[in-house]
């Protein structure tokens, strides 16, 4: 465990703790899917036609664009 040095909120200090990548040292472990993850009710022409265009870095320089 860390040792605390400075006073730490409890809720900070057990968030910190927690490992980032817990699973790393099971190599054999599979990923844990939802049981529906193979299945979708939108078609992939629904799920493309939803995305949000978000302007690419060079589009903010543009002089031409009215942002």
């Given amino acids: ?5 400075d006073a730490v909120p409890e809720a900070d200090f057990v968030e910190q703790s927690v490992p980032a990548y817990p699973d ?3 190599e054999d472990a599979e990923p844990e899917l939802p049981a529906d993850a ?9 799920v493309i036609e ?3 265009p ?3 870095e060079d589009d903010y320089t543009d002089e031409a664009a009215d942002y």
């Fill in 1 to 5: 465990m860390t040792d605390r040095i």
């Fill in 24 to 26: 790393i040292l099971d």
């Fill in 38 to 46: 193979g299945e979708r009710d939108a078609t992939e022409a629904d």
């Fill in 50 to 52: 939803q995305a949000i």
């Fill in 54 to 56: 978000v302007p690419l």
